[in-house]
């Protein structure tokens, strides 16, 4: 056991030094209390580097990663000199674990590094993933993917080469209401789904963000939040669309003269099933709606981090308060761990990028009917 691997988050330290008080009171050896926690090589919790500390890292991630058991975070990449001694200190970070975007391939020799996960603008996911791949660290990306099915396709080619997992953040497929949405096509509890109605939008503020520029964002509310609503759909259905049409809409708002503002869309599923989705930087929309052949679902909100509600069929749906990203998280610690492939590979975030080609073609095409 390394110096290294004694280190954990400052939080977790004082959870630890409680288990190692409890456990001496109960005449147990401390090792196999602290093994217990995260040392010995079977229980070791793989390491995590956020790369990006923005508002996601800053509000969910990092936090997350206390709730963990199966990984923490061992290690920070910023671009913001200011921002490493709070990290450092917050999360009790050691110096020689804190890169920046030029040394970040240094990594590859960080034995407390085992994931980096990449929360950055939209255009920076292909380079930091194929990147950390290269550095042979196991990769988790936030979506959208990245910005290009070309560039989706060049990372998921150099986490095969490299012999490294990659996984989309997509963590409502962890979420228990979405997973009952998922099931509902997989085990027939509705009979065959019939329609799917998927919006999600809301009214961005600052005007010089990223999120509002074409070369950092790739695209407007449809690369941000409409993936989700092309995600609900196809796992609605439990299909794959193979046509669509869309149609994009500008008030003549300052704020939209990169991307768009508001997108609509209709997808068609096999057997002449339809979805309907809109997507937007300028309303306030977050529900899912699924008809089918015995009955209903529902979530309204439904792609939020927690407070999710809804129903199905003739049942509430209420779940106790739940961590979607702790979850997702653990759940690709245990890939790496098992060797095991993600539910949410790149090929999953791949599939959503072919979409939103197809989006933006029939937006350039007046609307017209788009194969997939
Ligand atoms: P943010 O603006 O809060 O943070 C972006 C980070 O990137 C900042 O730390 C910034 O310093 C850094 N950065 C590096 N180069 C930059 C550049 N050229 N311009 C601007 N920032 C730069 O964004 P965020 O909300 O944390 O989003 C980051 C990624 O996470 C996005 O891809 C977003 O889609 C994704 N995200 C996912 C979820 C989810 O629920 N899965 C939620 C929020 C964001």
């Given at each position: 056991?390394?110096?290294?691997?004694?280190?954990?988050?400052?939080?977790?330290?004082?959870?630890?030094?409680?288990?190692?008080?409890?456990?001496?009171?109960?005449?147990?050896?401390?090792?196999?209390?602290?093994?217990?926690?995260?040392?010995?090589?079977?229980?070791?919790?793989?390491?995590?580097?956020?790369?990006?500390?923005?508002?996601?890292?800053?509000?969910?991630?990092?936090?997350?990663?206390?709730?963990?058991?199966?990984?923490?975070?061992?290690?920070?990449?910023?671009?913001?000199?200011?921002?490493?001694?709070?990290?450092?200190?917050?999360?009790?970070?050691?110096?020689?674990?804190?890169?920046?975007?030029?040394?970040?391939?240094?990594?590859?020799?960080?034995?407390?590094?085992?994931?980096?996960?990449?929360?950055?603008?939209?255009?920076?996911?292909?380079?930091?993933?194929?990147?950390?791949?290269?550095?042979?660290?196991?990769?988790?990306?936030?979506?959208?993917?990245?910005?290009?099915?070309?560039?989706?396709?060049?990372?998921?080619?150099?986490?095969?080469?490299?012999?490294?997992?990659?996984?989309?953040?997509?963590?409502?497929?962890?979420?228990?209401?979405?997973?009952?949405?998922?099931?509902?096509?997989?085990?027939?509890?509705?009979?065959?789904?019939?329609?799917?109605?998927?919006?999600?939008?809301?009214?961005?503020?600052?005007?010089?963000?990223?999120?509002?520029?074409?070369?950092?964002?790739?695209?407007?509310?449809?690369?941000?939040?409409?993936?989700?609503?092309?995600?609900?759909?196809?796992?609605?259905?439990?299909?794959?669309?193979?046509a669509l049409r869309?149609?994009?809409?500008?008030?003549?708002?300052?704020?939209?003269?990169?991307?768009?503002?508001?997108?609509?869309?209709?997808?068609?599923?096999?057997?002449?099933?339809?979805?309907?989705?809109?997507?937007?930087?300028?309303?306030?929309?977050?529900?899912?709606?699924?008809?089918?052949?015995?009955?209903?679902?529902?979530?309204?909100?439904?792609?939020?981090?927690?407070?999710?509600?809804?129903?199905?069929?003739?049942?509430?749906?209420?779940?106790?308060?739940?961590?979607?990203?702790?979850?997702?998280?653990?759940?690709?610690?245990?890939?790496?761990?098992?060797?095991?492939?993600?539910?949410?590979?790149?090929?999953?975030?791949?599939?959503?990028?072919?979409?939103?080609?197809?989006?933006?073609?029939s937006?350039?095409?007046?609307?017209a009917r788009v194969l997939?």
């Amino acid at each position: 056991m390394t110096s290294k691997e004694n280190r954990v988050p400052r939080r977790d330290f004082i959870k630890k030094s409680a288990l190692g008080v409890s456990a001496l009171s109960i005449g147990l050896p401390l090792n196999s209390a602290i093994a217990s926690g995260c040392t010995s090589s079977e229980n070791k919790k793989l390491g995590v580097a956020l790369v990006g500390l923005g508002g996601y890292s800053k509000g969910q991630l990092a936090p997350s990663l206390l709730e963990t058991e199966h990984c923490y975070l061992s290690a920070i990449v910023t671009g913001t000199k200011e921002k490493e001694k709070a990290w450092a200190e917050e999360y009790n970070i050691p110096k020689e674990n804190i890169y920046n975007y030029e040394n970040f391939d240094d990594i590859a020799s960080n034995k407390d590094v085992d994931i980096v996960y990449v929360v950055l603008p939209n255009s920076m996911h292909a380079e930091f993933t194929i990147r950390a791949a290269k550095a042979g660290k196991h990769v988790i990306c936030e979506k959208p993917m990245a910005v290009s099915v070309a560039e989706c396709e060049a990372m998921i080619k150099a986490c095969n080469d490299n012999n490294v997992k990659l996984s989309i953040g997509y963590r409502l497929h962890f979420d228990p209401y979405h997973k009952k949405i998922i099931n509902l096509s997989r085990e027939g509890t509705l009979g065959t789904i019939n329609h799917v109605r998927a919006d999600f939008a809301f009214t961005i503020g600052d005007p010089t963000q990223w999120r509002l520029k074409k070369s950092l964002a790739g695209g407007g509310a449809l690369m941000d939040v409409g993936v989700y609503c092309i995600q609900a759909c196809r796992y609605s259905f439990g299909q794959e669309p193979i046509a669509l049409r869309a149609q994009a809409f500008n008030s003549g708002n300052e704020k939209f003269k990169e991307v768009n503002e508001t997108i609509t869309w209709q997808m068609e599923f096999p057997d002449g099933k339809i979805s309907n989705s809109t997507t937007s930087y300028a309303m306030s929309v977050n529900s899912l709606f699924v008809s089918a052949q015995k009955g209903k679902a529902q979530l309204m909100p439904a792609y939020s981090y927690g407070g999710l509600k809804g129903f199905l069929g003739n049942e509430t749906l209420d779940f106790p308060k739940f961590n979607q990203q702790a979850a997702q998280m653990d759940a690709f610690a245990l890939n790496v761990k098992h060797n095991t492939e993600s539910i949410v590979p790149g090929e999953e975030g791949l599939k959503d990028m072919k979409v939103i080609e197809a989006i933006f073609k029939s937006i350039e095409q007046d609307g017209a009917r788009v194969l997939i």
